[in-house]
């Protein structure tokens, strides 16, 4: 799907979904899934500037195949077709190949198209939703420890289906895609051990995007 698609989708949804509003009713949630990520490259870039020329050092770390634990809730207003929402997601796990603890944590915005499929009590779900998100690395790596912090615009798209249970309690379950752009940090350490002191700049980043997930959860509305 491209770019210009993305968000054409992106906006109908988030806009259509507002139509909830005229007869809805509180909407709450709360989920649980577990997010792949196809890979995640960190780019380690160093600059250190002498008398002479600036010495500058690139180095790649990549890990495939990882996958991060997500807790997510939501609030926010539906009625039996439609639903928009503020949704928070929790995620925590181990990027392996690079030797790192992540956690990310994002808002998001979200619109839903939930209809019925002709089969009682059983609704279809699609949606999309904008936010922001920040990510953090804690490492071994003394390029990464206790330094990499960053936020970006973040978008996904869903689809699912639910099963109202009662009138007011439902299980779904949903497969979403995640997109954001490279989170980037930079920063400046200065070695006073040698004479005369020396300063590397330090850029990390950390490209995530492309993420999926399954979740299941269970919703109530009153």
């Known amino acids: 799907m491209n770019l210009k698609l993305r ?30 990520h196809d890979q995640t490259n960190v780019m380690l870039r160093s600059r250190v500037d002498t008398a002479t020329t600036p010495t500058i050092t690139t180095t790649w770390l990549a890990s ?3 996958e991060t634990d997500l807790v997510s809730v939501a609030a926010g207003i539906a009625d039996v077709s439609a639903r928009f929402l503020f949704e928070y997601y929790h995620q925590t796990g181990e990027l392996t190949g690079i030797g790192a603890d992540y956690t990310k944590q994002s808002l998001f915005y979200s619109g839903y198209w939930t209809p019925n499929l002709y089969v009682p009590k059983l609704h279809g779900i699609l949606g999309a939703g904008i936010g922001g998100s920040q990510i953090s690395l804690e490492s ?33 379950g949903t497969y979403e895609q995640h997109y954001s752009n490279n989170f980037t940090h930079s920063f400046s350490r200065t070695d006073t051990s040698v004479t005369p002191a020396t300063t590397t700049q330090w850029q990390i ?11 299941i959860g269970l919703a109530a509305r009153f």
């Open 64 to 66: 495939e195949g990882d």
């Open 205 to 215: 980043d950390v490209q995530d995007s492309d993420q999926s997930i399954v979740q």
């Open 7 to 36: 968000l054409g989708v992106l906006a109908a949804l988030l806009m259509g979904a507002n139509f909830a509003q005229a007869d809805g009713k509180i909407y709450l949630s709360a989920s649980g899934g577990t997010f792949d």
């Open 140 to 172: 071994s790596n003394s390029s990464i420890v206790n330094e990499f912090e960053d936020r970006e615009l973040q978008y996904k798209f869903t689809a699912g289906i639910e099963y109202r249970l009662l009138e007011f309690v439902t299980i779904f």
